[in-house]
């Protein structure tokens, strides 16, 4: 019996920096479908990013390109064991990870230091594009998996 295949809704890309990234990344910030909160944070990050003399598009896709990782595992399981899997990352994915990744980061910062999520959320994209902080540590760690794990890459399948 063939499964049912799952139509994706196409995000399209927003209006003011005409960027699907940006989209996405307001997408990932919404909560409780308050997407207006969400934009005006987005868009005053990347006014801040104009404000340092940074190209803000730039500045976001080099920090995602950063913090996107190459390979992951995913457990296969075989003969009643589980096996990490080393798999290359799709394009999609890589997005969505980075994306992920920068936007937990930024919400688990501490409220001393910044007092917004606008604040937070900058700090943490900056340190992205310069290949430092929690984001790039976390790419680091997943890749490192992947290549402890070489063993099993011809369970792939």
């Known amino acids: 019996m063939p499964r049912h295949q799952y139509k994706r809704i196409p995000v399209k890309p927003e209006p003011v920096y005409n960027s699907f ?9 919404t909560k409780d479908g308050k997407k207006s909160v969400a ?3 987005v868009y005053g990050v990347m006014e801040r990013f104009k404000k340092d003399t940074l190209d803000p598009l730039k500045t976001l896709h080099l920090a995602l390109s950063n913090v996107a ?14 096996y990490l899997v080393p798999i290359e990352v799709r394009k999609e994915r890589k997005l969505y990870l ?14 001393k230091e910044f007092h917004t999520f606008e ?4 700090t943490e994209i900056r340190d992205a594009a310069q290949n430092t ?8 760690q997943t890749e490192k998996l992947a290549d402890a794990n070489k063993a099993f890459a011809h369970l792939k399948w």
């Not at 980075?98 to 409220?111: C, E, F, G, P, T």
């Not at 604040?119 to 900058?122: D, I, N, S, T, V």
């Open 21 to 29: 990234e940006v989209a996405k990344l307001i997408n990932y910030i």
């Open 133 to 140: 902080g929690p984001s790039i540590a976390k790419k680091v």
């Open 98 to 111: 980075s994306l992920n990744w920068i936007v937990d980061n930024a919400r688990a910062k501490s409220n």
């Open 69 to 82: 990782p190459n390979h992951e595992v995913k457990p296969k399981r075989l003969g009643g064991a589980s």
């Open 39 to 41: 934009e005006k944070i």
């Open 119 to 122: 604040e937070k959320l900058y």
